[in-house]
């Protein structure tokens, strides 16, 4: 009889339970386990004021105990079963104190490092402000989607690789395609002009300082700056030596002249006629032999020098010498 009674008591309990929205423990465990999957934390509450700043009290619907989880627009930080905290989720450049505050604003490769930025190997792209894995033109590729250039333009997935659309080329850092501009072609950038080496933008493609552009203008070669340098077409010569021409792979002069500094000029012989120093002597260390000296090319007196032919007198003393010497045999010998 006793049994009886306590099975009835207990049974009307359940029920009162039940009817007034009342949950066993086991119930609360269940219901709150399952709250735990979503960002809250594990601290129980029954009113916001509860909770702490910047959270409120969630699932307390009917008067039951919920979980305190954060507002609208901050982050959860778990230091431990008994305590949180709610962080402001922060945008590019920002004060972090763990990667979850960025990652809302800047996406899942955000990496907090006192302020929020871009995890290493990932760049911040302009066309969502988001962090990206930073995808290289040549890069491996399955499909278009895998192209996603900086600039938030598409490459495209050629043969397992990102490449450009036909009439563009990678930039120099492989991140863009950009137009390619020949020489002489209007231009805005130096990366424009990059397919022919040595050349720049200056408004059209031109060729740098110090190179000249080949006859079929689809080169930039190097000037020479010294006879004798290297060269394949006449321009490099004449573009700092005047008058040079390209002749069997050196910058030399024309036949009956020859080079003088930085120029060519006529080559004139001791005792023929001469407008220019420059025309009696190979170079300027020869001043002190040799000079143009009212027209005519001659040695200073009393210089001799055997490789500007300034040994004339010289050879006509020796001949004076011979000659009086046989003359003296003849006559009294």
Not at 15 to 39: D, H, M, P, Y
Not at 275 to 292: H, L, N, R, V
Request: with cysteine; glycine share 6%.
């Amino acid at each position: 009889m006793i049994r009886l009674v306590y099975l009835g008591v207990v049974s009307s309990f359940l029920v009162f339970n039940v009817a007034s929205g009342q949950e066993s423990e086991a119930q609360l465990e269940e219901r709150l386990g399952k709250l735990t999957e979503q960002i809250v934390s594990y601290q129980r509450c029954r009113i916001d004021s509860d909770c702490r700043e910047n959270s409120f009290c969630f699932d307390n619907d009917n008067n039951r105990i919920g979980l305190c989880k954060c507002q609208a627009g901050y982050e959860l930080l778990l230091r431990n079963r008994t305590y949180y905290t709610c962080l402001k989720f922060a945008a590019y450049g920002e004060n972090c104190q763990i990667s979850e505050q960025c990652i809302e604003t800047l996406g899942s490769m955000a990496k907090c490092d006192r302020v929020c930025g871009c995890a290493e190997g990932t760049q911040r792209y302009p066309w969502d402000g988001r962090c990206h894995g930073i995808t290289l033109l040549d890069d491996f590729c399955r499909t278009d989607a895998n192209c996603v250039l900086e600039d938030g333009s598409y490459a495209y997935c050629t043969d397992g690789q990102c490449t450009c659309n036909i009439g563009l080329t990678p930039s120099l850092d492989k991140k863009h395609c950009i137009i390619v501009r020949n020489l002489a072609e209007n231009c805005t950038n130096d990366e424009q002009c990059s397919f022919i080496g040595n050349s720049v933008c200056r408004e059209v493609c031109r060729c740098s300082v110090g190179f000249v552009v080949n006859r079929n203008r689809t080169a930039c070669l190097k000037a020479a700056t010294y006879f004798f340098d290297s060269c394949e077409e006449n321009a490099q010569c004449s573009e700092f030596l005047t008058d040079s021409i390209c002749n069997n792979g050196n910058c030399t002069c024309q036949n009956d002249y020859h080079g003088y500094e930085t120029k060519c000029v006529k080559s004139a012989r001791i005792g023929q006629a001469c407008t220019d120093t420059a025309q009696c002597i190979p170079s300027p260390q020869f001043q002190t032999i040799a000079d143009c000296i009212e027209g005519v090319c001659q040695c200073h007196p009393g210089v001799h020098d055997d490789r500007i032919g300034c040994n004339h007198g010289i050879k006509n003393s020796v001949k004076i010498f011979i000659l009086v010497f046989c003359i003296y045999n003849l006559l009294f010998l």
